[in-house]
């Protein structure tokens, strides 16, 4: 069972997020091909020891991790970012609240 900082997982997961960014063409970019460079070119055989494994892991995971909170930000951004003002009534509904209404049944007044 592979670990959750396994290589081939960070390795598996910073290639989903080329393909969230590129579309079904990511394996033609130059990135793709620099990623599968640098996880074989760190790859521990029986014959040597990668000294410098940990810390390639290391960068790797970050790397994941900022591609992945770089298109999480932007999914959020383009959500709550609208141009214009929205009305009372939207801004209390997007955070689960509703305004009070007045006896008479009519909502608040501009």
């Known amino acids: 069972m592979a670990s959750l900082n396994s290589p081939l997982r960070v390795c598996r997961g ?4 080329l393909r969230a960014l590129r579309g079904p063409e990511y394996k033609q970019t130059m990135a793709y091909n620099y990623v ?3 996880f074989r070119k ?7 020891y990668c000294r410098a494994q940990q810390e390639a892991l290391h960068a790797s995971h970050s790397y994941l991790c900022l591609l992945s909170s770089t298109r999480q930000h932007m999914a959020l951004h383009n ?5 214009g003002e929205r009305s009372r009534e939207q801004v209390a509904g997007m955070v689960g ?8 049944g009519k909502g608040w007044e501009k």
């Open 14 to 17: 910073i290639l989903k997020e």
């Open 36 to 38: 599968l460079d640098q």
């Open 42 to 48: 760190n790859q521990v055989t029986g014959e040597r």
């Open 79 to 83: 959500l709550y970012h609208v141009k």
């Open 97 to 104: 609240l509703r305004l009070p209404t007045q006896p008479g």
